[in-house]
């Protein structure tokens, strides 16, 4: 038989028992007042993404209301602007060709093409307006004599962005009209023939501002521009990091093609080395294809002179790549600079044998 414990030693027990007892409850006590700080925070955060949500609905419905309001008052803006009261005597609208049109002109009578955008006209009226081409005095020079040429087999191409707006997209239409101001167009209309037809500048650019951006219809655009180089002997002249159709099969219909690689930024600075090795690299027949920012239309005309067909093609490798990976809108692209997206003048190195056995000359 066990021995009888004692009262002392019973109340020992007890008082371990009672002990341990009291400090589980004061554990409790503690994660009950963590509980309910935990609470009123998650009350707190509620009511804070409550109202953030209402915020956006607000918000949602603010924007929604003023772009209905804006899309009223540019309906009407056509009955203003009738007005036979109206001062109209600014007002100028440059004319174009149709894209189809300057296509068959390219790929038919082996015509070159300069083109002039915001960065081109921006140079041209003294100012730098893209990171990759400063401002050069020689540069905007050259450019206001191009833009002037009159030779039947040499294309003058400006941005269509003076009149109707209706095949843009919404995007589209609100970066043509941020960028459209008053000065910017007193600027245009310096440089511009308004008794001369255009081609569209917007060629190289069949995808993200157009409204029918995230339907079959780019590809179709961009498969019509494939035939200009269709079987040719290519030349690319590029900035070293644009790396025009690697990755992709815009170029995969050529019969050669090799490349010439210039500075990705500032490019005019090296122009006598970089038309020196484009020339070196000419063959009969054969096609240049140029991305070089503001240099690329001189590059054209020069290379014209010489007897070559040559197009200033911008950022159709780019466009190539929204309409391909992006949904037909302005993302992210690896290997490539890109200077429509943020952080895309950082550009990896990549390993791309074929890339690499196709560069002829590079330009430091």
């Known amino acids: 038989m066990a021995e009888e414990m004692s009262f002392e030693e019973l109340q020992g027990i007890v008082s371990l028992c009672l002990d341990e007892i009291m400090a589980v409850k004061g554990e409790n006590e503690n994660l009950r007042r963590q509980i309910d700080n935990l609470t009123a925070v998650n009350l707190e955060l509620g009511n804070h993404i409550r109202k953030l949500y209402e915020d956006y609905e607000e918000t949602k419905q603010n924007i929604a209301a003023s772009l209905k309001i804006q899309d009223m008052g540019l309906d009407n803006m056509v009955y203003e602007l009738n007005d036979p009261h109206m001062d109209t005597k600014s007002i100028y609208y440059p004319t174009f060709y149709e894209i189809e049109y300057t296509i068959d002109?390219?790929?038919?009578?082996?015509?070159?093409?300069?083109?002039?955008?915001?960065?081109?006209?921006?140079?041209?009226?003294?100012?730098?307006?893209?990171?990759?081409?400063?401002?050069?005095?020689?540069?905007?020079?050259?450019?206001?004599?191009?833009?002037?040429?009159?030779?039947?087999?040499?294309?003058?191409?400006?941005?269509?962005?003076?009149?109707?707006?209706?095949?843009?997209?919404?995007?589209?239409?609100?970066?043509?009209?941020?960028?459209?101001?008053?000065?910017?167009?007193?600027?245009?209309?310096?440089?511009?023939?308004?008794?001369?037809?255009y081609h569209n500048a917007y060629i190289s650019r069949p995808c993200v501002l157009y409204a029918d951006f995230d339907t079959k219809e780019p590809g179709k655009r961009f498969e019509r521009l494939k035939e200009i180089w269709k079987g040719r002997e290519v030349i690319i002249v590029e900035g070293s990091q644009s790396r025009l159709g690697v990755g992709n099969d815009l170029f995969d219909n050529v019969a050669q093609l090799c490349r010439v690689e210039a500075p990705p930024e500032n490019a005019y600075e090296k122009y006598d080395a970089i038309l020196s090795a484009a020339l070196s690299c000419g063959k009969e027949g054969c096609l240049y294809l140029i991305a070089l920012g503001p240099t690329a239309g001189v590059l054209a005309y020069d290379l014209f002179r010489e007897g070559y067909q040559a197009l200033d093609i911008g950022h159709i490798d780019l466009e190539y790549e929204w309409y391909l990976h992006g949904g037909g809108k302005r993302c992210e692209v690896k290997g490539k600079y890109n200077n429509e997206y943020t952080g895309g003048e950082l550009v990896e190195d990549i390993e791309d044998a074929d890339y690499l056995a196709q560069i002829a000359a590079t330009i430091f």
Do not use: W
């Open 105 to 197: 002109k390219i790929i038919h009578e082996r015509c070159s093409m300069a083109r002039f955008g915001d960065g081109e006209l921006a140079i041209m009226a003294h100012r730098s307006r893209q990171k990759f081409q400063p401002y050069d005095a020689g540069l905007a020079e050259r450019l206001r004599t191009i833009i002037n040429v009159n030779e039947e087999r040499f294309l003058i191409a400006i941005a269509d962005n003076y009149g109707s707006l209706a095949k843009y997209s919404r995007a589209g239409k609100s970066g043509i009209r941020s960028y459209m101001t008053e000065e910017v167009r007193l600027e245009h209309r310096a440089f511009l023939d308004l008794q001369r037809v």
